[in-house]
């Protein structure tokens, strides 16, 4: 055995053996992306919740707060199939401006996607494929729906700027 194998199969057998110091390491690791995980999380849900509340409310579907409720594990789950396909997208459906219903319509789609894809990441073969898909597609759904707030806060702005107008 050579000079240059031995020292491979040494520092090999060192790192396998669970020192301490890289348990620590792995639970640092794993922390800090939970933390991300719950800060995106929150920053996401805060998105949807201000783009549900501008969204009228005799064309609600579901009360704004309910996208408080991704936060909670697995249930979280449920209220994301309700709230992003069907209490953003199908809502905005119902506006008289082809601009919005427009915006719905993609909402819509992309988020059934976000809610499907990853139940479809657990089939093993497909899992790595549908899990980037999965992030990119949310990422997307996530700058559409500000998007859409935006508009909806445009829309709301010009329309109390033209009763204002009205009533001089």
Same mark, same amino acid.
């Given at each position: ?21 890289? @348990? ?28 549900? %509340? ?14 408080w ?7 979280? @789950? ?14 905005l ?5 082809a601009?919005?219903? %427009?915006?719905?319509?993609t ?62």
């Amino acid at each position: 055995m050579s000079q240059e194998t031995f020292e491979i199969t040494t520092y090999h057998a060192h790192i396998t053996q669970g020192s301490p110091e890289s @348990y620590f390491w792995i639970g640092a690791f794993i922390v800090i992306c939970i933390v991300i995980y719950y800060l995106i999380a929150v920053l996401f849900s805060l998105s949807i919740y201000k783009l549900a %509340k501008r969204i009228d409310k005799d064309k609600q579907i579901f009360p704004a707060w309910f996208a408080w409720m991704f936060l909670i594990p697995i249930v979280g @789950y449920v209220f994301r199939w309700m709230m992003l396909p069907f209490g953003i997208g199908k809502a905005l459906k119902h506006y008289d401006s082809a601009e919005i219903r %427009k915006k719905g319509s993609t909402l819509f789609g992309l988020g059934l996607s976000v809610v499907i894809l990853p139940l479809i990441s657990w089939i093993s073969f497909l899992s790595i494929a549908v899990a980037i898909a999965s992030i990119v597609l949310f990422i997307l759904y996530w700058v559409k729906a500000v998007q859409t707030r935006k508009l909806l806060e445009k829309q709301l702005s010009s329309d109390h700027q033209s009763l204002d107008d009205s009533e001089k």
